[in-house]
Each structure stands twice: as structure tokens, then as C-alpha cells.
């Protein structure tokens, strides 16, 4: 009675899944696992290795170029397991074939995975030319990702036999459909064209947009609407179509800062004085390296108008510096310089006042 239980065992063991013995199954688990530990192998030591080589020369490329192939690379061990598997185990007919267009599917994915990675390196050193800006290249590479896994789907399906036409076929009239009722979505994806063919401005920038007083700093120009990050770090999502209809302010592209105050004296001041205060502003303006000269218009501090309650000097001068931290800075060390010349020149700043005299009968 044993020898029967024994005999059942041994012929489950030998014969296993049509034809497939356990111990076959046992061998091909082992072939995965250790697929799977190349893999990781592949994907961190190796790339690691390369990846601190290439750390060592001046540019970025390589750096990028070598971190893109670390999945795809991953997928080479899958790929040889896979068809160690398919040849180890006594396949035929249809389980043939379907372990055959698995291995093809999987070394498709790896070859495109590997096209799609390289493109965004690729695009990016060229947004370093004068005619292919940043966020051209960013959504050049990201039209050339979908093209190259529409190919490759279109390959994996033609693998099954699928045919594509009647496909293309059904999505050409869905797309009628769905074109109708996405209007806004195509609006939005042309007017993003607009913007980066315009080169109105990039990520990184600091933008203003007059009609909605949103100001803060492009991070990212998408197909349908465009990340702006405010000045206090909350991101807002624009639409494209509002952004190519409005009026867009790029502080990022200014030559100059522009400095433009009026300050307000006592009318005590004699004319000896404010001459005095304005020659010494302007002298201080001049020769500061902190200012710089704008061809189209020249610092001055000058008396401009005779004020209800003060004498008024307007004070217009530029400012190299973009950065809002040092603008600032300069501001500061301004103001202190036009209090010390105020004080030294027997004068004082006026502010809004109103005399009332009461007269007996």
C-alpha cells in the first residue's frame, strides 16, 4: 500500500505540470532567483561602479547617459533567465510559443526602455544651443518618449499577432469623440507650444502675470498647464491658455534692477542744502560698486516738485544684482547713506502734516 502512495509521489514528482517535473520547476525557480539577483547586481554595483568613473570627468553627459541605463540594464539577466527557462523546459506547441513572444516582449521593453531614458540626456545637452532652449528640449524628449513606446507597443501586439490597423481604425473615430469633448486639453497643449516657440520664458525663472497678480518661479512647463512655485513656496497650476493670453512679466530677463524712490525734507531746508544732498546722493550712486550704468538712462538724485507738506527728491539709480537678497542688501546700505547725508546737511525727512491757526476776533 505504500509502495502505491511511493509510486503516485514519484510519478507526481516526475510528471508534474503536463509533462513539467517538479524538480524541472525547482531548477527554473532557481534560474529566476538568480536572474533576479543579477539584476540587482547589475543595477547597483556595476552602474555604481560607473557611475562614480564617470563622476570623475567635468561633465554631466556621462553622468546622466550612465544613470538612464540603470533599469534598462536591470532587464538583461530577466531576459537571459527567461530564455534559459524556455530552453530548459520540454515546451511545445502553443507554451512554446508563448514562452517565445514573452522573451520577445520582454527584450523589446528593454531596448526601448533604453531609447526612452537616453533621449532626456540627450535633449538636455542640446537645450545647451542658443536655438533649443530648456523647455523645448524637455518637451522634445518627452514627444519622442511616447513615439518610441507607441513603437514598441505596436511591436509587442504585432508579436501576438494582433493586428493594428483596425485599432488605428477604432482609436481615429474614438479620438473624434474624444476630441469634442477636450476642447480645453488641445487648446492647452497648443498654447504651450506657443510659449516655449516664443521663448517667453524657462523653467527657473521669475514670473509676474498682470492679470491675476500670480508672481513666483517657473518650475515646470507641461502639456496642458505650466507649475509655477510662489514666492512663499505653495505651487499653482496654470493653464497654458491663460498664460499665452496674458501679460507675463519675466523678471529673469531684466538687465537691471531699477531702483526708483522719493524721499520727502522739511521745508526749512535752504536751496544750499538740498544741492548738497542731491550731489552727494548722486556721488555716493556713482562711485559705489554696488550700482551700475544703464546706457538708456543715467542715476540722478534730484529736487523734483514742491510737495503739500514736503520738498521732494526723486532718486533713480540700477542695480546689477537679480538676486532679491542682495538687491535688498544694497537697499539697506542706501537708505543708512541717505539718512547720513540728510542728518550732516542741517536737514530732516518731512512726513504728511497739517498746520491750524486760530485767530482771535
Known amino acids: 500500500m505504500l509502495d502505491e502512495f511511493w509510486n503516485i509521489v514519484l510519478e507526481t514528482w516526475e510528471n508534474g505540470f503536463r509533462g513539467i517535473g517538479i524538480d524541472d520547476i525547482a531548477i527554473c525557480l532557481f534560474i529566476l532567483i538568480v536572474?533576479?539577483?543579477?539584476?540587482?547586481?547589475?543595477?547597483?554595483k556595476i552602474v555604481d561602479r560607473l557611475v562614480k568613473l564617470s563622476a570623475k570627468?567635468?561633465?554631466?553627459?556621462?553622468?546622466?547617459v550612465i544613470e538612464s541605463l540603470r533599469k534598462p540594464t536591470g532587464m538583461i539577466p530577466i531576459a537571459i533567465g527567461l530564455y534559459l527557462i524556455?530552453?530548459?523546459?520540454?515546451?511545445?506547441?502553443?507554451?512554446?510559443?508563448?514562452?517565445?513572444?514573452?522573451?520577445?516582449?520582454?527584450?523589446?521593453?528593454?531596448?526601448?526602455?533604453?531609447?526612452?531614458?537616453?533621449?532626456?540626456p540627450l535633449f538636455e545637452i542640446m537645450g545647451n544651443n542658443s536655438w533649443l532652449t530648456s523647455a523645448m528640449s524637455l518637451w522634445?524628449?518627452?514627444?519622442?518618449?511616447?513615439?518610441?513606446?507607441?513603437?514598441?507597443?505596436?511591436?509587442?501586439?504585432?508579436?501576438?499577432?494582433?493586428?493594428?490597423?483596425?485599432?488605428?481604425?477604432?482609436?481615429?473615430?474614438?479620438?473624434?469623440?474624444?476630441?469634442?469633448?477636450?476642447?480645453?486639453?488641445?487648446?492647452?497643449?497648443?498654447?504651450?507650444?506657443f510659449i516655449i516657440s516664443e521663448k517667453r520664458f524657462q523653467p527657473g525663472d521669475r514670473i509676474e502675470i498682470n492679470s491675476s497678480g500670480l508672481h513666483g518661479i517657473v518650475e515646470d512647463i507641461g502639456f496642458r498647464s505650466t507649475l509655477v512655485r510662489r514666492l512663499d513656496t505653495s505651487?499653482?497650476?496654470?493653464?497654458?491658455?491663460?498664460?499665452?493670453?496674458?501679460?507675463?512679466?519675466?523678471?529673469?530677463?531684466?538687465?537691471?534692477?531699477?531702483?526708483?524712490?522719493?524721499?520727502?525734507?522739511?521745508?526749512?531746508?535752504?536751496?544750499?542744502d538740498l544741492e548738497k544732498i542731491c550731489d552727494q546722493i548722486s556721488s555716493y550712486i556713482n562711485t559705489s560698486s554696488d550700482f551700475t550704468n544703464n546706457p538708456g538712462q543715467e542715476n540722478f538724485a534730484k529736487v523734483t516738485e514742491l510737495g503739500g507738506s514736503s520738498i521732494d527728491i526723486t532718486i533713480l539709480c540700477y542695480v546689477d544684482f537679480i538676486s532679491y537678497t542682495d538687491y535688498s542688501?544694497?537697499?539697506q546700505d542706501?537708505?543708512?547713506?541717505?539718512?547720513?547725508?540728510?542728518?550732516?546737511?542741517?536737514?530732516?525727512?518731512a512726513f504728511p502734516s497739517r498746520s491750524v491757526y486760530l485767530e482771535k476776533d
Not at 536572474?35 to 547597483?44: G, K, M, Q, W, Y
Not at 511545445?92 to 522573451?103: E, K, M, P
Open 86 to 120: 524556455a530552453s530548459f523546459l520540454p515546451l511545445t506547441g502553443s507554451f512554446d510559443q508563448i514562452a517565445t513572444n514573452l522573451i520577445k516582449m520582454v527584450i523589446i521593453y528593454t531596448i526601448f526602455s533604453l531609447f526612452s531614458n537616453l533621449s532626456k
Open 329 to 331: 542688501q544694497v537697499k
Open 57 to 64: 570627468t567635468e561633465t554631466e553627459f556621462d553622468d546622466d
Open 35 to 44: 536572474s533576479l539577483i543579477a539584476r540587482s547586481l547589475v543595477s547597483t
Open 140 to 193: 522634445l524628449s518627452r514627444v519622442l518618449g511616447v513615439v518610441i513606446w507607441v513603437i514598441a507597443i505596436t511591436m509587442m501586439l504585432d508579436i501576438w499577432g494582433i493586428e493594428i490597423g483596425p485599432i488605428i481604425a477604432g482609436l481615429g473615430l474614438f479620438s473624434v469623440a474624444v476630441a469634442l469633448g477636450a476642447q480645453d486639453m488641445f487648446k492647452n497643449i497648443i498654447a504651450g507650444i
Open 334 to 349: 542706501l537708505i543708512l547713506k541717505i539718512m547720513e547725508i540728510v542728518k550732516i546737511n542741517n536737514s530732516d525727512f
Open 235 to 272: 505651487p499653482v497650476f496654470v493653464p497654458n491658455t491663460d498664460l499665452s493670453d496674458a501679460q507675463v512679466i519675466n523678471h529673469q530677463n531684466m538687465n537691471y534692477r531699477r531702483l526708483l524712490w522719493t524721499i520727502n525734507l522739511l521745508y526749512k531746508t535752504n536751496a544750499e
